[in-house]
Nanobody, 123 residues
Framework: VQLQACGGGPVQAGGFLRLSCAAS????????VGWFRQAPRKEREFVAR???????YYADAVKGRFAISRDNVKNTVYLQMNNLKPEDTSVYYC??????????????????WGQGTQVTVSS
């Protein structure tokens, strides 16, 4: 599976962006897809994930503001980010894998990674 993330950019606090993660591979629908982010001098952290059955889960920091969804026809996963805050500034990565449920927030459980897209939120 190859992943291509896009949709990042500069935005003011309170604004919104929609990230896309386009995947190749006929078995994409079987994979869990996660979004992670990494700010300068910080470790990469979990943001959200969506399982093959569209079950979603979010980090507390983004719950209620971000929404992850998938379109298996287009082989694409989206991350709608609303009410953005300066602390959301990071490089955002999408990843695909088949983690067990309890490991679905662990970046090491994902086998395939996109290249990252920068999100910069100004106050």
């Amino acid at each position: 599976v190859q992943l291509q993330a896009c949709g990042g950019g500069p935005v003011q606090a309170g604004g919104f962006l929609r990230l896309s993660c386009a995947a190749s591979g006929r078995t994409f629908r079987d994979y869990t897809v996660g979004w992670f982010r990494q700010a300068p001098r910080k470790e990469r952290e979990f943001v959200a994930r969506i399982r093959y059955n569209s079950h979603t889960y979010y980090a507390d920091a983004v719950k209620g503001r971000f929404a992850i969804s998938r379109d298996n026809v287009k082989n694409t996963v989206y991350l709608q980010m609303n009410n953005l805050k300066p602390e959301d500034t990071s490089v955002y990565y999408c990843a695909a894998g088949r983690p067990i449920l309890s490991e679905s927030t662990n970046l090491r459980a994902y086998n395939y990674w996109g290249q990252g897209t920068q999100v910069t939120v100004s106050s």
